[in-house]
């Protein structure tokens, strides 16, 4: 099976300690506003039950994407030769940077590309619903959502969890203002509020740091179970995964 090589830090686009050095979550108290962003753990972080349940749902996800791993491996080569798996920095909870895993839906060398096309997106994210840099088994993949299933290893790894907040990029969080480090108190999901809500059609980033803090606001384990069965239905019905 073909995979991504690991690079040295040395090439990532921009130092993970950055990150941590502009995020008000890891700087001094000196404010009430820091005190609010620094001081606080939210609930989710510390519970036993939701970490049980995102164990139990990446060694089911894991079982699931050994399945489909094969097929999405020789489709891969036939469409666009090169690796199956797509890894990339993002940032997780509080900023802490990791290395996120996707089966490969884009060309390779998809990034160094990414200054050519076009972002419909307003605010700190990048999104083109038409990216031409998508293959066509890569455009199956993210509309049934397989391209999501190895990050059921970053939920294991407890980098992430099975319901949390995009996990954004570190040049966009390098880019954040004040409010937008709050939506990083949780830990990242594979799914969430924003994918339940439109997915794709949800453009604007101040809507989506407005719907992250909502879950923060809402959560419980309930909650969390709630979102997940909609992200089963979203999938099945296909609505806005691309």
């Not at 995979?3 to 000196?30: D, Y």
């Not at 920095?89 to 089966?103: A, D, M, S, T, V």
Request: hydrophobic letters at 40%.
């Amino acid at each position: 099976m073909t995979t991504t090589s690991r690079p040295s830090p040395k090439s990532f686009p921009i130092l993970p300690s950055a990150v941590l050095e502009r995020s008000p979550l890891t700087q001094p108290a000196i404010s009430s506003s820091n005190q609010r962003l620094k001081g606080q753990v939210h609930p989710s972080i510390a519970n036993k039950l939701k970490r049980f349940i995102d164990i139990v749902g990446a060694l089911v996800g894991l079982s699931l994407t050994g399945l489909v791993a094969i097929p999405v491996l020789i489709a891969t080569q036939f469409d666009n030769p090169g690796p199956i798996f797509y890894s990339q920095i993002r940032c997780g909870y509080r900023g802490k940077p990791f290395r996120i895993w996707k089966f490969r839906s884009m060309v390779v060398e998809a990034d160094k590309l990414k200054h050519l096309v076009y972002n419909e997106a307003k605010g700190g994210i990048f999104k083109n619903r038409n990216d031409p840099r998508i293959t066509r088994i890569g455009r199956f993949l993210r509309k049934t959502s397989l391209d999501e299933f190895p990050q059921f290893w970053n939920v294991l790894m407890g980098q992430m969890s099975l319901v949390g907040t995009r996990p954004p990029t570190v040049d966009e969080v390098m880019g954040y203002k004040r409010h937008h480090w709050e939506r990083l108190n949780v830990k990242p999901g594979i799914t969430g509020e924003w994918q339940v809500s439109g997915r794709s059609n949800v453009i604007d980033f101040e809507e989506i740091v407005a719907m992250d803090l909502d879950y923060q606001r809402k959560w419980s384990i309930a909650y969390d179970l709630q979102l997940i069965l909609k992200t089963i239905w979203v999938v099945i019905k296909k609505n806005g995964a691309c």
